[in-house]
């Protein structure tokens, strides 16, 4: 079974039902966690795929120039290589923010402000030919929880979503590495913990109660947009889909 190495960059955010997802899919999961001490490795000799996960941390260096955590030079070494040899590379909310900085984009505290709860992002024109987005609905409900933001993507990325804040919801570099401004994995208990005594949700005045019974609402529509983008993101790191992005053998488009 082919594997994919999965970046968990915060104790706080995992894969959830993203895994689930990707598992149903046929890879199978390697998931390692710098923020416990694991070693990234040097090269991702042996993977299928990269998953990089979100986190509290931000992307561009801190205050006395040091990055936002100490392995995040090797993580974006990573993320290097990986668009270099056509690795399929899944990137999400932080990970998304640490594929742009790798490539000279451009990630800051968001001068819109924070961005939290359900939402919806419009599909692009170049999504019609991507081979992942072409099959998400025209405008996706999807998970937010950020306050810092891309706001120049790399030279020749292509972006496929954006909103009418934060243009840079989702964009792809090469033909096989996507980053999600937003969050696809979260089921309603990491958006509760999430919620429990947060900072951000006290300084925009939200109720906490009233974040995670919208998000819980909103499951069932995320799942049903990115349950098929993660089946088909496995079946590309797998060599299932051919080169009219056409499956080769038949995918389930939801979940049980």
């Known amino acids: 079974m082919a594997t994919a190495l999965v970046i968990e960059n915060d104790p706080t955010d995992d894969l959830r039902r ?26 991702l000799t ?4 990269l998953v990089v996960l979100g986190g509290d941390q931000q992307a561009y260096p801190l205050a006395d120039d040091s990055p936002g955590a100490p392995w995040f030079p090797a993580l ?3 993320l ?21 900085t790798a490539h000279a984009g451009r990630v800051e505290r968001s001068p819109s402000g924070p961005e939290v709860g359900p939402t919806v ?20 409900d999807v998970l937010q929880w950020h306050a810092d933001e891309i706001t120049e993507l790399p030279h020749g990325a292509t972006l496929l979503a954006a909103s ?7 964009f792809r570099l090469g033909d096989r590495a996507w980053g999600l401004q ?11 913990e999430w919620s429990r005594d947060s900072a951000t949700l006290a300084d925009l005045g939200y109720d906490p109660e009233l974040v995670v019974a919208a998000c819980d609402r909103a499951m069932a529509d995320v799942e049903e947009a990115w349950q ?3 089946i088909r993101f496995a079946a590309l790191a797998l060599g299932e889909l051919g080169d009219d992005d056409s499956p080769r053998r038949t995918l389930p488009l939801l979940g049980a």
């Open 182 to 192: 937003f969050h696809i994995e979260c089921d309603t208990a990491m958006i509760a």
């Open 18 to 43: 993203l895994g689930e997802w990707l598992t149903e899919g046929g890879l199978e999961l390697r998931v390692l966690r710098p923020h416990a001490g694991d070693a990234l490795p040097a090269d």
């Open 46 to 49: 042996g993977y299928a795929a």
């Open 164 to 170: 009418t804040r934060y243009p840079h919801q989702a």
């Open 228 to 230: 098929p983008f993660a």
């Open 121 to 140: 992002v419009g599909r692009r024109d170049a999504a019609e030919t991507d081979p992942l987005f072409r099959y998400v609905p025209l405008m996706p």
């Open 76 to 78: 974006e070494g990573l």
């Open 80 to 100: 290097r290589k990986a668009v270099r040899h056509r690795v399929p590379t899944l990137a999400i909310c932080l990970g998304a923010q640490l594929l742009a």
